[in-house]
T-cell receptor, first 114, second 114 residues
Framework: DTAVSQTPKYLVTQMGNDKSIKCEQN?????MYWYKQDSKKFLKIMFS???????INETVPNRFSPKSPDKAHLNLHINSLELGDSAVYFC?????????????FGAGTRLSVL | AQSVAQPEDQVNVAEGNPLTVKCTYS??????LFWYVQYPNRGLQFLLK??????LVKGSYGFEAEFNKSQTSFHLKKPSALVSDSALYFC????????????FGKGTRLSVIA
């Protein structure tokens, strides 16, 4: 069973479109994250949610809006896509228990904006 | 502010030789330190962490890392490299308080040559 799963794995779209990426974790973790990895493999946090509440919101354009319907899901909606949004987006989760400092990552969603 | 430096973009090593991937960090207070590995088209996988205690930590796949507070370093090591160790390695740090985010280095590509 996949612990942190993201869909879709690949997303190709035109500039100006709106798209969503879904993330689900079956680990029972309290905290979930979205990261962006650019073409140079630099990895930067975008958002963090703890028990459905936003706790970290880095300097990300307002076009990006995370939504957490429950603590097992953290979806990322992107409005008016731009060329610079092309990247790999990773979802991750972390528990509050004994392994609370370890983040578990999904396989990533490769977004290409044309 | 937290930061991580991985001074080498690429490390090449012959199979069977020892390997070292360097990492230095900057954080206010005591650090939580991590190493993650990323294989092509995959998400990040946790290798090992330092939270407290023994400065030498052992992790998955025979990797280990040594926390050196005076040099603010957390270099990743393995006594005998395998071709299958070839991947992208990320060092990460977070402060040991609150919900501070995990900050990643830019990654070091390790190539193990048969």
């Amino acid at each position: 069973d996949t612990a942190v799963s993201q869909t879709p794995k690949y997303l190709v779209t035109q500039m100006g479109n709106d798209k969503s990426i879904k993330c689900e974790q079956n680990l029972g973790h309290d905290t979930m994250y979205w990261y962006k990895q650019d073409s140079k493999k630099f990895l930067k946090i975008m958002f963090s949610y703890n028990n459905k509440e936003l706790i970290i919101n880095e300097t990300v354009p307002n076009r990006f809006s995370p939504k957490s319907p429950d603590k097992a899901h953290l979806n990322l909606h992107i409005n008016s896509l731009e060329l610079g949004d092309s990247a790999v987006y990773f979802c991750a989760s972390r528990s509050g228990g004994a392994t609370k400092n370890i983040q578990y990552f999904g396989a990533g969603t490769r977004l290409s904006v044309l | 502010a937290q930061s991580v430096a991985q001074p080498e973009d690429q490390v090449n090593v012959a199979e069977g030789n020892p390997l070292t991937v360097k990492c230095t960090y900057s954080v206010s207070g005591n650090p939580y330190l991590f190493w993650y590995v990323q294989y092509p088209n995959r998400g990040l996988q946790f290798l090992l962490k330092y939270i407290t205690g023994d400065n030498l930590v052992k992790g998955s796949y025979g990797f280990e890392a040594e926390f050196n507070k005076s040099q603010t370093s957390f270099h990743l090591k393995k006594p005998s490299a395998l071709v299958s160790d070839s991947a992208l390695y990320f060092c990460a740090v977070r402060a040991n308080s609150g919900n501070t985010p995990l900050v990643f280095g830019k990654g070091t590509r390790l190539s193990v040559i048969a």
